[in-house]
């Protein structure tokens, strides 16, 4: 496994006349070539911000105060050593940008202009970052259609003409212009029915396959990581929670966060399960508590929660391999688990 | 020129072949009238029937002349206390369903009977009084609530409005909140809306439509929104206040397993027409329909995955050494041959007959109507004895052998 991007540390504050939001803080996590890594959290959880902050596509009030993104790249490097994309020029970043790392903005309805033909946003795109010249760049275009299974005859149309399934695949095409090491997709299929969503997901891992990117894939729909990614990260109030593989989250979830969030959702088979949910609502961010953020909607919780320091340790339940899967959550610990001190 | 399709986009827009359509489906009506009110509504136990939509169709003049059809013949029973879920894709007609029921569209066809009387909505302390009796709650919180007013404001205006008798205005605004349990009351009744989180605001959304004090609610996608570790104390809401109220619940949704939980009967429809419909736990456990077989084999479904694709421990994903690719989708396929995506309802015959594994001539030429399979079940299809057998062979995904193998490896 070589890593491609590696991001340590990493702590984002939006400023505001109240005091900093504190998104994220310190997260670390490495997407390896080729992977999926699938980041979970529910809205203002910081998951966009992480992305974001990470390409440094965030603008003011928006400030990274502190970690590293190190780009493990064929193409970009500093001398030899990775490339810190926060360190990074503005040319350099133009030429990371949807070169290396691409990314598939969350709905597409409102990431395409609605006044430009299909051909013209894909051109626009093409141009700026490749340098075509215009008949090339004329059939990269219908490539990249070809490529995401949409009807070259669709290229004279505006967005508006398109369902919401074919707006989501030219966004798609688009991030995948100049053959991207890494693309970041920001819930790409949340306002997909289901039918049109298995279509989409099945068509990312297969384009994955054939061209070999990494995907790190946002989204609020634990389920649908479960299935489709390699391992998961598990945020919350702008903390990574847990991360593991994907067969580990789900058979063996540590952390009470992770294990409400799997009891949340109903299953269509099997029998009828008990579903519990999680309730309360997540924290105000510029307020922080100190400890775990989780602990005010843990049914585990007790008073040492508050002094817990959020890094993330092993975790070595019966299906996970330790070094692979890990918690923030000191207080449930695989033998408490088995003392059957939780439900 | 007849052009069956709904939505305007991918099919209608990619021209589809439009003309000569409605024979099958005008042929297959009358039976499909007959066939739904021989049903008995699994929602019937519950309580005694709120409203009635009997034939229900609602079409649409596009600017070229041609007519979209928007809901075809659609019938059905809500019940005070139940909820009857409607599932299917966007674009299927399922708001357009409800927002008939709601009267805020005119009914091309058919018929709407509250509490036993024909619904007459012509005049506007008619339409007042039909709407103090059916709310509707909105899918977007974040759109729905106007950004410039407080919470209480959302909630006094429609107590004045349909609580005539009320003279504590103040008082049922608490109750309300109470009753949506957004407390302590006196916290959230000045606060605006982009000071509440997606959960209480969709809150605000349900405390406005009990505000009228009404005997049917049609919630359209009231959970979609809103996160998955919010959804279910959302649902869970939702059925505290149908049992406790007794309101007779129109639940839409594209979420057939929250269907399974949440409701009493499930109408699948698909291209403007109920498909198949029953008791919840039967159609999502033997969906009888190749449609709603597709829609099951969709949903994500993480007791699907198969341990034999990634097996613990083992490094995932990575450079040089990788294992293979997971099973995505562990259904193997999708309804259509891919890279031809946007298939829409086929304009002639059964809708689904573009898009279905199991069609045949008779599929493309006419239209099925329900038929009856048990008291309580009915489907739409020509081909419900193969899809039986289909779906008997390889549950719950008919359309791929691969999908059985992972199963029956994970079961070993």
């Not at chain 1, 005091?19 to 529910?42: I, K, M």
């Not at chain 2, 499909?32 to 034939?55: C, D, H, K, N």
């Not at chain 2, 809401?237 to 839409?252: E, K, P, Q």
Request: proline content about 9%; aromatic content about 4%.
């Amino acid at each position: 496994m070589s890593p491609i991007l590696e991001i340590s540390d990493l702590s984002v504050a939006y400023r505001t006349p109240a005091g900093d939001v504190r998104a994220v803080e310190q997260v670390s996590l490495t997407l390896n070539a080729g992977e999926v890594v699938g980041l979970c959290g529910e809205s203002g959880s910081g998951k966009s911000t992480l992305a974001y902050g990470a390409t440094r596509l965030l603008r003011p009030p928006a400030l990274i105060t502190g970690g590293s993104v190190r780009y493990h790249g064929r193409r970009i490097t500093h001398g030899g050593a990775p490339a810190d994309i926060l360190t990074l020029s503005r040319r350099e970043l133009h030429a990371l940008r949807w070169r290396e790392i691409a990314i598939v903005f969350q709905s597409a309805m409102n990431a395409l202009n609605p006044v430009l033909r299909v051909r013209n946003q894909l051109l626009d795109a093409v141009q700026a970052h490749l340098r075509l010249p215009g008949d090339e760049a004329r059939d990269k275009v219908a490539g990249l259609l070809d490529l995401v299974g949409i009807p070259r005859d669709r290229l004279r149309s505006y967005p508006h003409e398109l369902s919401g399934g074919m707006r989501q695949r030219v966004m798609i095409a688009m991030a995948l212009a100049s053959d991207p090491e890494v693309v970041i997709m920001d819930e790409p299929t949340t306002a997909l029915d289901v039918v049109v969503q298995r279509d989409i997901l099945a068509q990312i891992v297969e384009l994955k396959e054939t061209l070999g990117f990494a995907i790190c894939f946002i989204t609020h729909d634990l389920s649908l990581l479960l299935e489709l990614a390699d391992r998961i990260a598990v945020m919350y109030a702008g903390r990574l929670l847990e991360t593991g593989s994907s067969q580990a989250i789900m058979r063996d979830p540590a952390h009470p966060y992770t294990r409400g969030l799997l009891n949340s959702f109903p299953s269509l088979h099997g029998p009828r399960r008990e579903l519990v949910g999680i309730p309360g609502s997540p924290p105000d961010l510029r307020d922080p508590l100190p400890g775990c953020p989780f602990a005010p909607r843990c049914a585990h919780a007790v008073p040492a929660c508050g002094a817990v320091d959020m890094t993330l340790e092993p975790w070595s339940g019966p299906a996970s391999a330790p070094a692979e899967h890990l918690t923030a959550c000191p207080i449930v610990t695989p033998e408490a688990s088995r003392k059957e001190v939780l439900s | 020129m007849t052009e069956p399709v709904i939505g305007t986009d991918a099919a209608s827009a990619a021209g589809a072949p439009a003309g000569g359509a409605a024979a099958g489906g005008a042929a297959a009506g009358g039976a499909a009238i007959a066939a739904a009110e021989a049903v008995q509504s699994a929602a019937a136990s519950r309580g005694p029937l709120a409203m009635q939509a009997a034939g229900l169709s609602k079409d649409y003049k596009l600017g070229t002349g041609a007519v979209l059809h928007a809901v075809r013949n659609v019938s059905f029973g809500l019940y005070r206390g139940a909820v009857v879920a409607l599932v299917g894709e966007s674009g299927s007609g399922k708001s357009t369903v409800a927002k008939l029921l709601a009267g805020q569209e005119r009914l091309t066809a058919g018929t709407i009977t509250l509490g036993g009387r024909p619904v007459d909505i012509r005049s506007i302390r008619a339409f007042r009084r039909y709407k103090s009796q059916v709310q509707y709650v909105f899918q977007d919180p974040f759109s729905s609530l106007n950004p410039v007013h407080t919470v209480g404001y959302h909630l006094a205006r429609p107590v004045r409005l349909h609580q005539g008798d009320v003279k504590d205005v103040n008082a049922a605004v608490a109750a309300l909140l109470e009753q949506v349990r957004l407390t302590p009351a006196a916290q959230f009744v000045a606060k605006y809306p982009h000071e509440l989180s997606g959960g209480q605001r969709q809150r605000v959304s349900f405390a406005r439509a009990l505000a009228a004090r009404p005997t049917v609610l049609l919630a359209d996608e009231p959970v979609s929104m809103l996160d998955v570790s919010i959804r279910l104390e959302m649902l869970n809401l939702l059925d505290d206040l149908r049992t406790r109220l007794s309101l007779a619940m129109l639940y839409i949704t594209h979420d057939i397993a929250s269907a399974r939980y949440f409701a009493d009967e499930v109408l699948v429809m698909y291209g403007g027409q109920i498909v198949e419909r029953g008791p919840a736990e039967d159609v999502t456990q033997h969906p009888a329909h190749p449609y709603t077989q597709l829609l099951i084999a969709s949903a994500p479904d993480p007791d699907s995955i198969s341990p034999g694709g990634r097996p613990p421990g083992d490094p995932p994903g990575g450079g040089t050494a990788r294992p293979p690719a997971p099973p995505w989708p562990p259904g193997g396929g999708t309804a259509r041959p891919p890279g031809t995506p946007g298939g829409g309802p086929a304009a002639t015959g059964c809708p689904f007959s573009s898009r279905c594994p199991l069609a045949v001539g008779r599929c493309r030429q006419e239209n099925p109507a329900l038929q009856l399979l048990t008291p309580q079940r009915a489907a739409a299809c020509w081909r419900l004895d193969v899809a039986a057998s289909a779906a008997e062979a390889a549950r719950p995904d008919p359309l791929s052998p691969r999908y059985r193998d992972t199963r029956e490896e994970g079961q070993s």
